[in-house]
T-cell receptor, first 114, second 113 residues
Framework: ETGVTQSPTHLIKTRGQQVTLRCSSQ?????VSWYQQALGQGPQFIFQ???????GRGNFPPRFSGLQFPNYSSELNVNALELDDSALYLC?????????????FGEGSWLTVV | AQSVTQLGSHVSVSEGALVLLRCNYS??????LFWYVQYPNQGLQLLLK??????LVKGINGFEAEFKKSETSFHLTKPSAHMSDAAEYFC???????????FGTGTRLTVIP
């Protein structure tokens, strides 16, 4: 049990639609990141939020966006869905300033785009 | 820039045998290194991490890894494999220790009874 919960666990969307995935971070964690894990691949870093602002981004287009709320929950929004967006989306929370900075992952949201 | 190479996408070992999963990294600065395990249809669980200090790192479930700067390696080992070790294993690197990990492509471990 990591203390990071994600919803929904599974969803199916149509190409061109928009999706919002949600994450509730471990209590007190001030940093949250999102990762995309395509089938058979390692997770890829999408972006990181610290104190409600994006402060790092991987190689993902602007149609991937996020929000972090004061209670350290967060959202990942993907617009204009493409078939290749089908993947497991993982949320990870951590506490900046924690020596060693342990990162805790949720169990992910499976997105299928048809 | 950083990268991670995991040698062997699939590794099979007999129950009770040594487990060795290989990870090499490239990094422009001293890295933070991690090993995660992923069971089917689940998220990632941290096995162990190297930040600074002792280069031999012990983790959960009997796993350990050694940071070898000269070889840019961080191989994962376990003396005796158990059936419950069957899973996907990911090596990851971070330049800052922050929550922006760069993962390898993973190694699927199969344990043969």
């Amino acid at each position: 049990e990591t203390g990071v919960t994600q919803s929904p666990t599974h969803l199916i969307k149509t190409r061109g639609q928009q999706v919002t995935l949600r994450c509730s971070s471990q209590s007190g964690h001030n940093t949250v990141s999102w990762y995309q894990q395509a089938l058979g691949q390692g997770p890829q870093f999408i972006f990181q939020y610290y104190r409600e602002e994006e402060n790092g981004r991987g190689n993902f287009p602007p149609r991937f966006s996020g929000l972090q709320f004061p209670n350290y929950s967060s959202e990942l929004n993907v617009n204009a869905l493409e078939l290749d967006d089908s993947a497991l989306y993982l949320c990870a929370s951590s506490l900046v300033g924690d020596s060693g900075n342990t990162i805790y992952f949720g169990e992910g949201s499976w997105l299928t785009v048809v | 820039a950083q990268s991670v190479t995991q040698l062997g996408s699939h590794v099979s070992v007999s129950e009770g045998a040594l487990v060795l999963l290989r990870c090499n990294y490239s990094s422009s600065v001293p890295p933070y290194l991690f090993w995660y395990v992923q069971y089917p249809n689940q998220g990632l669980q941290l096995l162990l991490k190297y930040t600074t200090g002792a280069t031999l790192v012990k983790g959960i479930n009997g796993f350990e890894a050694e940071f070898k700067k000269s070889e840019t390696s961080f191989h994962l080992t376990k003396p005796s494999a158990h059936m419950s070790d069957a899973a996907e294993y990911f090596c990851a690197v971070s330049l800052t220790g922050a929550n922006n990990l760069f993962f390898g492509t993973g190694t699927r471990l199969t344990v043969i009874p």
